[in-house]
Structures are given as C-alpha cells and as structure tokens.
Nanobody, 121 residues
C-alpha cells in the first residue's frame, strides 16, 4: 500500500530556512519520479519541484529557483525539499507525490496530510 508522509514544516522568518521530508513506503521508490506541490489558503495547488529516480534531474517552478533544492535518498525512500531564503509568499501547505509534475497521490488515501510552512516576521 502506497503511503507518503510529509514532515519538517514550521514557522520561519523571511530569509530563513526549513527542510521538508517525505517518507515513502509501499512502492519501489527509485522507480518513480517524485514531486512537491504546495497550496496556500484560497489558492490552487501549485507545482513546486520534481526530481527523477536517480537524483540526477530536477526542475523547479520559477518562483523558487535558486532558493529551493529537491533531493532524495533512495536507500531510505525519502524525498526532501530544502527551502532557503524563504519569502512570505512561500507560506503554504506542502505535499509530496509520485510522478513528474503529477498530482497523482495528493488528496487520495495514498497521500499525506501535507506539512505547513509559515513564513512571517
């Protein structure tokens, strides 16, 4: 049974950093592209970043390029998102999912509850 559990969110000041994690189980982790999405209150779900199975190719939405870094640990079946130089507009609930720019697990029993990031001074 596929299961994704996000963690690592919290409160940060503008310019600060957080490191999100997504613990994956129930599928062959290395075989899947993985992605992060986020959703702020009153806004649509937004793709943030994706990474290939071998941790070689990553892509980012323009608003986070140079500030966020996606990575994965295929031994531990864990996906990470390092958030640096945080801005107030980064405040949102962050979700991980399988697939390249795919929402396939979000909002399903497979997906997690997300992890809240709040950036405020």
């Amino acid at each position: 049974e596929v299961q994704l559990v996000e963690s690592g969110g919290g409160l940060a000041q503008p310019g600060g950093s957080l490191r999100l994690s997504c613990a994956a189980s129930g599928f062959r982790f290395i075989s899947y592209y993985m992605s992060w999405f986020r959703q702020a209150p009153g806004k649509e779900l937004e793709w943030v970043s994706s990474i290939d199975g071998n941790d070689n190719v990553a892509n980012y939405t323009d608003s986070v390029k140079g500030r966020f870094t996606i990575s994965r640990d295929n031994i531990e079946s864990t996906l990470h998102l390092q958030l640096d130089s945080l801005k107030t507009e980064d405040s949102a609930k962050y979700y991980c999912t399988r697939g390249w720019k795919s929402k396939m697990d979000i909002g399903t029993p497979r997906g997690g509850q997300g992890t809240q990031v709040t950036v405020t001074s």
